[in-house]
């Protein structure tokens, strides 16, 4: 059985004790892959490092999250674009210390649920990297946190950009995730489907699941019944066995299924 982590944070600093230990425990558990999303210019160092020491396992992303987006943002992108202009044209060559290719433009959209305070600076960054996404020939990976109609009202703005990719920890209603389907995007689903009140299982419960990938999170969002832990890639079982049991297949079909969605998505 193989299945893919399409989101965690693994360089995360709640990892610096054993973060080898962990990678390796969830390659043993089964995950393969391992994408990794950015958060801003302090992150990109630490993630890449991560994907030359596992180059077979670990897949960078490029982006600025949208709870980095603050007075600075527009600096904060010209390192995004720099990073995206150095490393996507070359090809991945798994050696430590040698450039990597990034896999999608993410994590990256707007964020409500902290502050409103810089949402126009939000749908800006979106807008732009929404742009740079197309250019460059790459999915993204999309944030959405109390914004689910801000995020399509930018994402039908910019249709001619092409956008498509992800939409993250997906855990809206049954018609906001056709919603998102419609316009191109696959669901990221986490932990949160383990979560007795959350309603993501009835949701989803028709999507098909060519429509859904698997994610961690990790270190947030851990499932139950280690939720209050910290979360690992390893725990992305939890979620297939959720998932398994609200299709009524088995986990098997959940890993063969969701890990050639994430192909599809990721080219890898």
């Known amino acids: 059985m193989i299945l893919t982590d399409t989101h965690t944070h693994l360089y995360a600093s709640e990892f610096d004790t054993d973060r080898k230990q962990v990678v390796e ?12 999303p950015n958060i801003d210019s302090t992150s990109v160092k630490g993630m890449l490092s991560l994907c030359n020491q596992f180059p077979e396992h670990c897949f960078p992303m490029i982006g600025l999250h949208p709870t980095s987006v603050k007075e600075n943002y527009e600096e ?13 044209p070359l090809p991945r ?20 649920y902290w502050d409103k305070t810089f949402l126009t600076q939000q749908q800006l960054a979106f807008e732009t990297q929404i742009k740079w996404a197309n250019e460059f020939g790459l999915p993204i990976v999309i944030h959405s946190r109390n ?19 992800i939409f993250h920890c997906f855990s809206g209603n049954k018609e906001q995730a056709e919603k998102a389907i419609s316009l191109g995007f696959k ?8 979560y007795k009140n959350s309603g ?7 999507i098909d699941m060519k429509h859904l990938v698997l994610e961690t999170d990790s270190p947030y969002l851990t499932p139950v019944p280690h939720r209050g832990k910290r979360n690992e890639s390893g725990y992305i079982t939890l979620v297939a066995q959720k998932l398994a049991e609200i299709k009524n297949i088995s ?11 994430a192909k599809e998505v ?3």
């Open 25 to 36: 425990r969830a390659i043993a558990a089964g995950v393969n892959k391992f994408f990794l």
């Open 76 to 88: 904060e992108l010209v390192v995004v674009r720099k990073y995206l202009e150095e490393h996507s």
């Open 93 to 112: 060559r798994g050696v430590r210390g040698e450039a990597l290719k990034f896999y999608a433009v993410g994590e990256i959209g707007i964020d409500l």
């Open 147 to 165: 914004s689910f109609n801000e995020i399509v009202e930018v994402l039908q703005k910019n249709k001619s950009e092409n956008p498509h990719g």
């Open 187 to 194: 669901l990221g689903i986490g932990g949160v489907l383990t």
């Open 200 to 206: 993501l299982a009835q949701a989803i419960a028709d």
């Open 251 to 261: 986990v098997e079909e959940v890993a063969e299924i969701t890990t050639a969605n």
């Open 266 to 268: 990721f080219g890898v």
